[in-house]
């Protein structure tokens, strides 16, 4: 069966300090995997997608960014972290046809002070 | 793109009591799906409806397809409190997968 990691779980930073969140599927060769952000009671706001290895797609302009070295591992990153940066950020994947919906991870709340 | 207005925002409701909320969109989808978040997790995938017309039922919980492909409802019967969370509709078409804003639950014992 298929399974999505993510980590990790709770993350306090200082503004100005890089941010490194990993997500891995496994289970299922190339998934689109995707990066969500929702902000406290909110909802879901798409950040990034990606289709296959290397390949990424941003929906916002901000000040992160994502990677995908392999084909079952999505990055989210940051060089300089900024207060508004804080969220709950949700790793998901699907498989090529949207028809069976995401997968969500169980989420990495990050506190930026 | 494509936007979906959830209804209600929240709602606040005694134990026992039904539950309906619903989707609405100015575009068809071709999928509609119901996710549940509880507090500090990822939604979780509920209800998917596949068909226009379609009505799915899974426990406590039914969901319908609407007939012009533009809407969706889900209903929760004698609700528990366990059913608190936010409730997410989603509509997917062409590869394009669009949230509603969510209604979030909250069930007095």
């Known amino acids: 069966s298929q399974t999505i990691h993510q980590w990790p779980a709770t993350l306090v930073q200082p503004v100005g300090s890089p941010l490194s969140l990993e997500c891995t599927v496994e289970?299922?060769?190339?998934?689109?995997l995707y990066w969500y952000r929702q902000a406290a009671g909110r909802g879901l706001q798409l950040l990034f997608y990606s289709v296959g290895i290397g390949q990424i797609s941003s929906e916002v302009p901000q000040n992160l960014s994502a990677s995908r070295p392999q084909d079952r591992q999505f990055i989210l990153s940051s060089k300089k972290l900024l207060l508004s940066d804080s969220g709950f950020y949700l790793c998901?994947?699907?498989?090529?046809?949207?028809?069976?919906?995401?997968?969500f991870g169980s989420g990495t709340r990050l506190t930026v002070v | 793109g494509q936007q979906l207005n959830q209804s209600p925002q929240s709602m606040f409701i005694q134990e026992g009591e039904d539950v309906s909320m619903n989707c609405t969109s100015s575009s068809i989808f071709n999928t509609w799906l119901w996710y549940k978040q509880d507090p500090g997790e990822g939604p979780v995938l509920l209800i998917a409806l596949y068909k226009a017309g379609e009505l799915t039922s899974n426990g406590r919980l039914t969901a319908q397809f609407g007939i012009t492909r533009k809407d969706s409802f889900l209903n929760i019967s004698a609700s528990i409190p366990s059913d608190v969370g936010i409730y997410f509709c989603a509509g997917s078409i062409n590869n394009d997968m669009r949230f509603g804003a969510g209604t979030r639950l909250t069930v007095k014992p």
């Open positions: 289970g299922t060769s190339n998934p689109n």
């Open positions: 998901a994947w699907s498989r090529g046809v949207l028809n069976y919906g995401y997968t």
